[in-house]
């Protein structure tokens, strides 16, 4: 089955300095990879997508998830965080055509 | 394009009452999902349906119906609510079924209590 994983809760980072939200994943045959976030009492909003073709990929409001085969990654990173990026990040992978499984979240919080 | 919306916002049961989760799109989307967010645990596939009148089950589908009997519309249906269907729930929609990493829209969310 397929998978993902995200090995930290919480992720906090100085406004300013770069920011890294990881991700691993497990799947049969081509992964398709994405990346959403969550806002306070809101919907989740798309950031990105993995689907073929180059490992760096970039996204809305500055972001990039880098896509790495051999150690199966899918990081979500930004050069320099806001507080505004503030939020609940999920990453999901398509599942038997595409239906999502999504890894169990990681809170962001940049400090001031 | 209003996307996709859902209605009610809020919603507060006690046990054994059912009640609709409605969720509707203007996109013209042909692949729509319900989804439950509880802490610590993502978001779980309830139901989805590939086009008007096809329905298929998610991971976690006890306790719920659903129908597609247009394109816009999918609603939910608990049957008999339990506290254990506490949980926020979302409705999401992608343009083409059976396109693998095709974007899924996730509409604003239902928040359920069941007492």
């Known amino acids: 089955a397929q998978s993902v994983a995200q090995p930290e809760d919480q992720v906090n980072v100085a406004e300013g300095n770069p920011l890294t939200v990881k991700c691993t994943y497990s799947?049969?045959?081509?992964?398709?990879l994405f990346w959403y976030v969550q806002y306070p009492n809101r919907g989740l909003q798309f950031l990105l997508k993995y689907i073929t073709g180059d490992n760096l990929v970039k996204g809305s409001y500055g972001f990039e998830a880098e896509f790495n085969k051999s150690q199966t990654s899918f990081h979500l990173k930004k050069p320099s965080a806001l507080v505004s990026d503030s939020a609940l990040y999920f990453c999901a992978t398509g599942d038997y055509g595409q239906n999502f499984v999504f890894g169990p979240g990681t809170r962001l919080s940049v400090l001031p | 394009n209003a996307g996709v919306t859902q209605t009610p916002k809020f919603q507060v049961l006690k046990t054994g009452q059912s009640m609709t989760l409605q969720c509707a799109q203007d996109?013209?989307?042909?692949?729509m999902s319900w989804y439950r967010q509880d802490p610590g645990m993502g978001l779980r596939l309830i139901h989805y349906s590939v086009g008007a009148g096809i329905t298929d089950q998610g991971e976690v589908p006890n306790g719920y119906n659903v129908s597609r009997s247009t394109t816009e519309d999918f609603p939910l249906r608990l049957l008999s609510a339990a506290p254990s269907q506490t949980s926020v729930y979302f409705c999401?929609?992608?343009?083409?079924?059976?396109?693998?990493?095709?974007?899924?829209?996730f509409g604003p969310g239902t928040r359920l209590t069941v007492l």
């Open positions: 996109m013209n989307h042909e692949y």
């Open positions: 999401a929609s992608s343009r083409i079924a059976g396109a693998s990493g095709d974007t899924q829209y």
């Open positions: 799947v049969s045959g081509n992964p398709y």
